[in-house]
């Protein structure tokens, strides 16, 4: 194999980084401070990072209080997610006009300029190849999220301050960026605040070099080594993820989904913050006249009612059986689908649970009546 | 970055106008339309599959394609909502937006050296009358082969005209039965599974499809398998909120399954742990 | 010509019974036909017998104002037509036409049920035979009471 290019980038590199990807004609997006959170939006400078911020997490409930460094990605995650720009909440993907009985479909184009995110945790890239599986890589592909995808530039951020609702380590999807990133940075805090960049493409080797750095050194090496594992060993939350598959289709009937029916206001929050979670659903609207109309993509949510409508009624009317639909599908049914877990151990839907569900807890629960079970046996 | 991606069949995303040729009425309630391409290329749509069909500025439903496999595009649509009930209504000459087909057939080819049973009811007859057409189009590759159908009343029963020609043909059994009727009905009244109890095939050599409500279709599975049908070869199509048609929108999920993409074809045997547990 | 008791094996719902049980049964039945059309019994009237249709198909009808004779079921060859004759007030509760010309047995009911009063072991086997016919209809009744395909049709 041959040797992955690392180099070291000081704090300010980052604002090089940000103007590189710039004058390259991305829209470049990264973490900033909004309304009390973190979230990722245009960046038109390194400064908009929320440097010196972090996040405390914890089952339904999410603060930002201040650090006592200047780290630029001191914090977990926060509400958003990268899919909003992979897969926006709506879009338009036609439009039709009718005259004389005869009728022309014209499809959206997507003219926008390429993405560049900034701040990718390990986490968000298994996110991103997760529904990429769904949407480009089975028999049909997603004209839209293949257009905003496919020239998508990828800075990595590996974690160092994984939040309260944290479980990558058990679902082996963090806290190191492994792949499906142009460049990787760990940064580090030991005293000398520095950034490591490890080049994952070409391009990003492009970009790495139009910026000021300085070739790694093994203290820098060991330095960021140490901190994703410093990373690894603080996850707020573990997950046995141990045939989950299995676990839940021998448990449809369990008495825990009605238990935790009994909790879940099925608002769906958890559903939109999730970074994969990928159902849609349009909307066909045309003028009074009869003469245009247009399809419009909506993010929907298994947790509403409608999302299982068929003529008569819903298939899944029960809070419980909504519920249900969910974490089967994330843990379980997933792997039957698209051969994988749909789970990413990011913990946006504990964090952001309006009655702080923990689906590690959910799962935990239901496991251990199989094993009590086992052992009366 | 780059992603290595596929092909996109043809459309996917965007509906294809198509042209209503023919519309004839079935019942009261349920339409047959002929369509035929705007832009004179057709489609290659095979028993079992479905297309989804769009009315200008209404909405867009899943439909089975109701017609013969190798002929022009047909639908059999029962008015139930609004989106059905403007496709129903679209007259002679007007455009309908088509995409697909999508999804997997009935296995026709598998089935032949022995019998097949055609289990339907209601609007469950239209999806299964292109594997029929394929069957006697090559009637000597099966032997017994019996067609039982059941509707609510006699006037809900589509395709009588055929339903009379295929009795006439004298190579396969035609029951038919309804929910209640009165004269000048002459036929059977009962339900489905009673068609299957005094049917002739031989359950050991025969393969079933079945359409209609779920409940239907579990009745009648029960029945074939009581005559000792093997589950492996009794097939039934489901129905669930399918949208997109292509695997990304997640409304037709059944448990580890996407109709759109895994279905709307199911083998019996696959289908029953989904079928039992509830609100799935 | 075959003998009653010969064509009492022949029907699906006695099949079983022993040679002894059918000679029994078979003294309390005659062979009848029915032309098209022929009224086999009428709602209200004295029920005194069963038939167990050999040939042909039979409507069970009961008259709605507004809507006329309306068909709730039909039965063909192989199938029993009759249970009021079991309990009183011996009345049958539909109206039994006859779609086709039919063949069938008739059973005298208070023979029979002489006859199972008298030998319990012919009275068990043959009131388990009518309780699973009971609930084969029943079930059918049931499925038909959902109204399948009033809404929820596939398609």
Redesign the interface.
């Known amino acids: 194999m041959p040797e992955v290019e690392t180099r070291v980038i000081e704090p300010d590199g980052l604002e090089l980084l940000v103007q590189a990807l710039v004058d390259r004609k991305f829209r470049v997006l990264g973490p900033t401070v909004r309304e009390g959170a973190i979230v990722y939006d245009e960046l038109d400078s390194a400064a908009e990072l929320p440097i010196g911020w972090t996040d405390e997490q914890a089952p339904g409930k999410y603060r930002l209080s201040r650090r006592e460094d200047e780290a630029r990605f001191g914090y977990a995650v926060g509400p958003h997610s990268w899919k909003q720009f992979l897969l926006p909440p709506k879009i338009r993907l036609w439009r039709a006009r009718r005259d004389n009985g005869s009728v022309e479909v014209i499809e959206e184009s997507n003219d926008d300029k390429p993405l560049a995110f900034i701040g990718v945790r390990a986490c968000e890239l298994h996110g991103i190849s997760v529904q990429d599986r769904v949407l480009l890589e089975g028999r049909y592909v997603d004209r839209d999220y293949e257009a905003r995808r496919k020239d998508a530039f990828v800075v990595a951020v590996n974690c160092f301050e994984p939040g309260g609702t944290c479980f990558c380590v058990s679902t082996g999807t963090g806290p190191k960026a492994d792949a499906g990133y142009d460049l990787a940075l760990t940064e580090i805090l030991d005293g000398t605040h520095r950034f490591l960049v490890e080049v994952g493409s070409e391009r990003g080797g492009e970009v790495l070099h139009a910026l000021e750095s300085r070739p790694a050194d093994e203290t820098d090496r060991t330095a960021a080594a140490a901190a994703v594992e410093g990373a690894a060993q603080k996850m707020g939350r573990e997950l046995d993820t141990t045939d989950l598959r299995g676990l839940l289709a021998r448990n449809l009937e369990h008495e825990r989904w009605d238990e935790v029916a009994s909790r879940c206001l099925t608002c769906g929050n958890c559903t939109l913050v999730c970074p994969t979670c990928f159902c849609t659903s349009v909307e066909d609207v045309g003028d009074l006249a009869g003469h245009e109309a247009e399809r419009v993509r909506l993010w929907d949510s298994c947790y509403s009612v409608d999302h299982s409508y ?4 819903s298939v899944r009317p029960s809070p419980r059986s909504r519920y249900r639909q969910w974490l089967t599908h994330k843990f379980g049914t997933w792997h039957d689908q698209f051969g994988e877990s749909g789970c990413i151990g990011c913990g946006r839907c504990i964090t952001w649970c309006p009655v702080g569900i923990d689906v590690t807890e959910e799962l935990t629960a239901i496991r251990a009546t199989e094993e009590v079970g086992r052992e009366d046996h | 970055m780059a992603t290595a991606l596929q092909a996109e069949p043809r459309a996917a995303e965007a509906p294809q106008p198509f042209r209503v040729r023919t519309r004839r009425r079935e019942t009261h309630d349920t339409w047959t339309l002929r369509l035929e391409p705007v832009d004179g290329v057709g489609l290659d749509v095979r028993p079992g599959q479905f297309t989804m069909v769009y009315s200008f500025g209404v909405g867009e439903v899943p ?2 394609f109701s017609g013969d496999p190798r002929g022009p595009l047909v639908h ?3 008015a ?1 909502g609004a989106v059905t009930r403007a496709i129903c209504d679209a007259r002679r000459g007007a455009v309908l937006g088509i995409r697909g087909p999508f999804g997997n057939e009935w296995p026709v080819a598998e089935a032949a050296g022995g019998d097949v049973v055609v289990v339907a ?4 007859l ?2 299964l009358r292109p594997a029929l057409y394929e069957i006697l189009r090559r009637r000597r590759d099966f032997r017994d082969v019996a067609l039982l159908y ?3 009343t006699p006037d ?1 029963l589509v395709f009588r005209r055929e339903l009379e020609r295929w009795r006439a043909r004298g190579d396969l059994q035609v029951e038919v ?1 309804v ?5 000048p ?7 489905v ?2 068609l299957i109890e ?1 049917a002739r095939f031989d359950p050991a050599a025969t393969t079933a499809f079945i ?7 579990r ?1 009648s599975a029960q029945a074939l398998l009581d005559r000792g049908v093997p589950p492996s070869c009794i097939f039934v ?3 669930r909120n399918m949208q997109c048609g292509v695997g990304h929108c997640g409304h037709c999920q059944l448990g580890p399954t996407l109709i759109c993409r895994d279905g709307p074809v199911y083998r019996w045997d696959v289908l029953v742990p989904l079928l039992t547990a509830r609100e799935l | 010509m075959k003998t009653i008791d010969a064509v009492l094996r022949d029907v699906p719902m006695f099949q079983g019974l022993t040679p002894d049980e059918l000679v029994l049964m078979a003294g309390c039945a005659t062979n009848v036909h029915f032309d098209e059309g022929a009224v086999l019994f009428r709602e209200g009237d004295s029920a005194d017998v069963f038939y167990a249709v050999r040939q042909g ?1 039979v ?2 009808d009961v008259f709605v104002p507004t ?8 039965l ?1 060859g ?1 199938e029993v037509l009759g249970w009021s004759w079991l309990f009183p007030p011996y009345r049958w509760h539909f109206d039994a036409k006859a ?1 086709t010309p039919i063949r069938a047995t008739a059973f005298d009911g208070a023979c029979l049920r002489d006859k199972c009063e008298q030998d319990p072991s012919l009275g068990y086997h043959l009131m388990s035979r009518f309780a699973q016919v009971m609930i084969e209809r029943l079930q ?1 009744t049931r ?2 009471l ?10």
């Open positions: 068929l003529h008569g009624g | 439909i089975s059999t649509v029962r139930v009811g209601g609007i469950g239209p999806p059941g509707a609510r809900d039965t929910d209640a009727a009165v004269e009905w002459r036929g059977k009244v009962g339900v599974p009673k005094g359409v209609g409500p779920e409940i239907m279709m009745f199509s489901m129905e | 198909a409507a069970l809507r006329g004779a309306v068909t709730i079921e039909t063909e192989g779609l059918w499925l038909r959902l109204d399948v395909y009033g809404y929820g049709a596939a398609g």
